[in-house]
Structure formats: structure tokens, C-alpha cells
């Protein structure tokens, strides 16, 4: 299973100008298929900080969306970054630009051919809103930055580019342990992770208000596929029942 990984770029987010959804959105696709997001990262409108990333996942073999900067104004520096990255020229995509002509008619040119400017090699992206298309090129997958596009373009690539690529729907288990420290709970911790490597266990202790002060509690969650993430959250309750610790 390849990992899967996500850029949303923009200054404008960087800045707080504009809230990001694409990260929570993502993740609610990949969770139909019961797929998880390996890592994201958010990155500013500059060609070589853009370029360097993309340097680094080409060199992987993650699946790797990214989320704007692939219009064609002066801030928009993904193509440009990609295709250094890749070290491939920018080509004009002939059936993109069938796309464009398509819907805008003469006003396609000599303006708006520039958003088909892609890597050479590139696979287009339908945009199920207004036709002009992203791309892909191998396992990285250009959308544009405007969620109505972008959302059902992921979808395109992962039913089109993907179609088998599914996992057991993950589902996160959690209990409160009272009275509870994690540097005293470590090597339970340590124990669980060797006995049921393919699960993820997360531990949280819940904030302590040191002006009124409370029993420390810490919050486990087990997640992995429903049965085993069940059988593992049981073994767990039990050894911290055994060691005389409360449950909720």
C-alpha cells in the first residue's frame, strides 16, 4: 500500500488570509475507501521551495496530491516548480487546449492557454466545473485551488488511476484511564505497539488546570480495521484493569 500524500499551497494560507479545507476534505475521500493520509505539507507561492518538494515525494512512491498555485498569474508557480523538479520542459497540452476552446471559444487565446502549459508527459485532470483541466504526471495529481473543483477531480484520479485501491475501513476505539501517568504506563504502551504492530495507538493526556488541580487522565485510542482494532482495545483495557487503573 503506497503512502499518500497531500501540498496545499498558497501564501494566502500561509498568511491566515484564507482558511485551508482542503486537508479535512482529503481526508474524508481517502476514509471511503478506507484509505488514511500518510503526511501533508503546506508550502508558500515560490518556485524553488515548490520545486525542492516535489524533489523529494518524486523520489518516493507516494501517491501525492496537490492543491493549487497551477493558474497561470505571476503567484501561481507549481507547473513552473514541477517541471524543474522533474526536469522536463512546459509543454502546451494539445487536448487541453481543446478543452479551453471548448469552453471559452477565441477568448481561450492567448491567455488562458497558459493554465495548459504542463510538464512534458502529463496526463490531464477533467474539471468538472469549468474545463480547465489539471494534470497528473506518474503518481503526483495537480488540482486547482477552488474546493468545487478540486474535490471531485481527487475523486476522478482515485476511481480512474486507482480503482482498486482500497483498505479496510479504519475505526478509532477510545477509553479514559483515571489516576494515569503516561512515564508509568511506557512499557504497557511499548508492549502493545510490539503485539499488534499493524494498529495505531495514540495516548492523550487531558490538560490538567494547575489552578484547580485533578487526578491526571489520559484518553487511549486503538485504530486499525474494526475487528482488530476491538480485540486490541479489550487486550489493552484488560492489562490496565489488571494493573488497578479505573476505566470510563
Known sequence: MPAIGA?????????????????????????????QLGWCQYLGDDREQQAAAYARSLQTDDIVF???????TPDDQSRQAFALA???????HPEGIREL?????????????RMVEFPQGARLIPNPVNRVPGFSWQHHHFV????NMAWPMVRWVLAQVYPDLHAPRQQTRSFLCHDARESVLLPLMEQFVAR??????????HSIDPQQPKPP?????????????????????????????RLS
Open 196 to 205: 499488534y504492530p499493524a494498529l495505531r495507538l495514540s495516548s492523550l493526556p
Open 101 to 113: 476552446e471548448a469552453q471559452f471559444g477565441a477568448e481561450a487565446w492567448p491567455n488562458r492557454v
Open 217 to 245: 487522565v489520559i484518553e487511549f485510542g486503538v485504530t486499525g480495521p474494526a475487528a482488530e482494532a476491538d480485540a486490541a482495545c479489550e487486550w489493552l483495557k484488560a492489562a490496565l484493569r489488571a494493573e488497578g487503573y
Open 144 to 147: 486547482p485551488g477552488f474546493p
Open 66 to 72: 496537490s492543491f493549487g498555485g497551477i493558474g497561470a
Open 86 to 92: 522533474a526536469g522536463v520542459p512546459l509543454l502546451q
Open 7 to 35: 501540498y496545499i499551497i498558497g501564501d494566502e494560507i500561509l498568511s491566515g488570509r484564507r482558511q485551508d479545507k482542503h486537508l479535512t476534505a482529503l481526508i474524508d475521500i481517502l476514509g471511503e475507501r478506507g484509505l
